[in-house]
């Protein structure tokens, strides 16, 4: 099956630090790949949806310039939180679609990243 | 819209009894249909899905759902609960984009 790779897996920054996430489909091209953020014991919360060359759509609420997604190619997003701060901290988690797949609807999710601001 | 709804927060169950995670969908459309895994700080883990095929959908470590269109329900079953099923589960619904369920925190007691 399709997988999708995400870097990295944990990371601690400061605050006031920007820190980068990469996100990339390893055997497949996806041209729209889709942010999460999960906060403890809660569910997962779209953040963003990031079209290969072009700009992403991000859901109500979400800060644009917080959160920068870049999309530059068919196999790789990235999720840039600027300026981080502790309420940052959560689990982000990366999904992909298939386009060339036999569900057109299905995602393929990343193993997320732990991001702790101290 | 496309919605879910799990229908209960947390679950309970003994080792060796039947589990039982409910989940409840809204779409005007023909849902594709997903159940997910996650244990504590790991990433999500597919377990099966439903995509207009067979309505008895059998996944991954004994779990299956069954879609049932007149009472829009997916709920996920397994007859014997095993210690390591102790998680957190998703239940989810995509279009063009994918919502997921609130999550059931399932709780096995040895």
């Known amino acids: 099956g399709a997988v999708v790779s995400q870097h990295p897996s944990r990371v601690i920054c400061k605050s006031g630090t920007s820190v980068k996430i990469e996100c990339r489909s390893l055997d497949f091209q996806a041209t729209t790949m889709f942010w999460y953020r999960q906060f403890p014991k809660q569910s997962l919360m779209l953040m963003a949806t990031?079209?290969?060359?072009?700009?992403?759509?991000?859901e109500q609420g979400v800060e644009k310039d917080k959160f920068l997604i870049n999309h530059a190619s068919l196999t790789l997003s990235t999720l840039t939180v600027t300026s981080a701060h502790p309420e940052d901290s959560s689990f982000y988690i990366c999904?992909?679609?298939?386009?060339?797949?036999?569900?057109?609807?299905?995602?393929?999710f990343g193993p997320g990243t732990r991001l702790t601001v101290t | 819209a496309q919605s879910v709804t799990q229908l209960d927060s947390h679950v309970s169950v003994s080792e060796g009894t039947p589990v039982l995670l409910r989940c409840n969908y809204s779409?005007?459309?023909?849902?594709?249909l997903f159940w997910y895994v996650q244990h504590p700080n790991k990433g999500l883990q597919l377990l099966l899905k439903y995509t207009s095929a067979a309505t008895l959908v059998k996944g991954i470590n004994g779990f299956e759902a069954e879609f049932k269109k007149s009472e829009t329900s997916f709920h996920l079953t397994k007859p014997s609960a095993h210690m390591s099923d102790a998680a957190e589960y998703f239940c989810g619904i995509s279009g063009n984009q994918f919502y997921f369920g609130t999550g059931t925190s399932l709780t096995v007691i040895p």
């Open positions: 990031s079209n290969e060359g072009s700009k992403a759509t991000y």
């Open positions: 999904s992909a679609r298939d386009p060339g797949g036999g569900s057109s609807y299905e995602q393929y």
């Open positions: 779409s005007s459309y023909s849902p594709s």
